[in-house]
């Protein structure tokens, strides 16, 4: 008998384990691909423990902290300036659509209430605040998606056995056959609460399963046990979107593609060498506003608002969402360098957003000038290097052919231009596939954001 339903829940444990190779997204899921899609800008938040310190979020694997002294740090995790909904309608502000917070990040502690381990704000700490919860409630409020972040990794736990990559000088004692298996029934019992402590979920973002690329890309769901994580995700949520940070080509189950701090297709960060670009899936580019993901004290490289907003631009242009990070401080406040650069993007946005929101890659692409953006029977041309267009403002495009397999090449139908910004009419012509633009002076000076200057060219339906 004992037999018997050892064989039977291996049998279904099997299916279960192998239903995302079959995945089909649910209609709410395809719905939300789509939304995410539309979204075009979300702000990423690293905060944990590793603020106190205030050196980044890799300081314990960097410092070689022991794990035990580490902890401590959740004895002082008393954010007295924590204000959910002040983030909430700064971001929002800002133009961002949705919010993707570390859950928990490598250092093991949880911003959320968790009866599968101590080591989280609500019970670990004097704070004794559900993060999460404060969030998702500003975040319901202002109509704002959440996701949420969830390390594979973890440098603190000793059932992190056997070890990857990192975190050997956090001092943890070698850990036991089975605590494997241990780790991710605790990762599993974690992935349930989120999603079903917070309401609907936007997306579930994995980072970590890196740490053993020492392994290949086919064992990878294996080791970390991801079909059955997707699974758990999509059987709780189906319309909840889940990503993984793999840096390698999506695994079945997976509803998006992400990439760190490249846009799709290039690889100058060096973390995409050969990534594929995913046709089907919705894409999404992470970043920094200065060089660190978690509070740094002494990482003052902000990039320009202009900058951050030139980058939100060419990663629409790839058809591909931007997650700009924000590392709060330990007193739970946003650093008024990212709050600045957060009101500088919202006023483009304000004006501008028509370009962003709801596009898809431009079907001109990225020229000396600038790149282009698409929606209906609108090309959105923006201008990012003005230096690139040439002498007296006029700028030649050439339009693809509406059906290139066509013998007798048919082009779109210019009916006008005009500068988004104020709706100046752009003098244009057309001779086939050719189109030539009379930039006016304004679109050439100051008068328009410098950041980028988007002209509407606008087809007959
Ligand atoms: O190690 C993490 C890092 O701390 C950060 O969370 C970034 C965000 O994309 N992901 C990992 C590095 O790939």
């Not at 299916?15 to 649910?26: I, K």
């Not at 800008?41 to 902290?65: D, T």
């Not at 917070?198 to 294996?222: L, M, N, S």
């Amino acid at each position: 008998m004992k037999r018997w339903i050892l064989t039977i829940t291996l049998l279904l444990a099997a299916l279960v384990a192998g239903a995302q190779e079959g995945y089909v997204p649910a209609p709410e899921n395809l719905a939300a691909r789509e939304q995410f899609a539309a979204d075009r800008f979300g702000i990423f938040i690293h905060w944990g423990l590793y603020a106190q310190p205030g050196q980044g979020e890799w300081v314990m694997q960097q410092k070689n902290l022991d794990y035990q002294e580490y902890a401590r740090l959740a004895n002082s995790f008393y954010p007295s300036k924590f204000d959910a909904r002040a983030w909430v309608r700064a971001i929002k502000a800002g133009g961002a659509r949705y919010i993707t917070i570390t859950s928990r990040h490598h250092d093991g502690f949880s911003l959320f209430r968790s009866a599968a381990s101590p080591y989280n704000a609500v019970d670990g700490t004097p704070f004794g605040r559900d993060i999460l919860g404060e969030l998702a409630e500003a975040c319901r409020e202002e109509g704002i998606r959440l996701h949420f972040y969830y390390s594979h990794v973890d440098w603190g736990r000793t059932d992190y056995w056997p070890r990857g990559r990192t975190g050997h000088g956090t001092g943890r004692p070698d850990g036991k056959p089975g605590d494997w298996a241990r780790y991710q029934a605790f990762m599993k019992a974690q992935l349930t609460e989120l999603l079903t402590q917070y309401g609907p979920v936007g997306a579930i973002w994995f980072d970590g399963t890196w740490d053993k690329d020492d392994q290949p890309r086919e064992a990878q769901p294996g080791i970390w046990g991801l079909y059955d994580q997707y699974a758990l995700i999509h059987r709780l949520q189906p319309g909840c979107l889940v990503g993984n940070n793999h840096h390698l080509q999506p695994f079945p189950g997976e509803d998006i593609q992400i990439f760190e701090k490249d846009v799709p297709g290039e690889n100058e960060a060096g973390f995409s060498p050969g990534q594929y670009v995913s046709r089907r899936l919705p894409l999404e580019t992470c970043q920094t506003m200065n060089n660190s993901w978690g509070y740094n004290l002494t990482d003052r490289s902000y990039k320009s608002a202009d900058d951050l907003i030139r980058y939100l631009v060419r990663t629409a242009s790839k058809g591909a969402n931007l997650l700009l990070n924000i590392g709060p401080r330990p007193d739970g406040t946003l650093p008024e360098e990212a709050l600045a650069r957060l009101e500088a993007m919202g006023k483009w946005l304000e004006i501008n957003g028509e370009s962003i929101y709801g596009t898809q890659a431009g079907c001109i692409p990225e020229q000396p000038w600038g790149v282009t953006t698409q929606k209906g029977n609108v090309l959105y041309l923006h201008l990012l290097n003005l230096d690139a267009v040439p002498a007296g403002g006029i700028l030649t495009v050439e339009l693809p052919a509406v059906d290139p397999a066509a013998r007798r090449a048919r082009f779109p139908k210019v009916r006008g231009a005009a500068l988004l910004a104020d709706g100046t009419p752009v003098a244009c012509g057309q001779k086939k596939g050719t189109v030539t633009l009379t930039l006016p002076a304004a679109a050439l000076s100051a008068a328009v954001p410098s950041a980028d200057c988007v002209i509407a060219l606008r087809f007959q339906p």
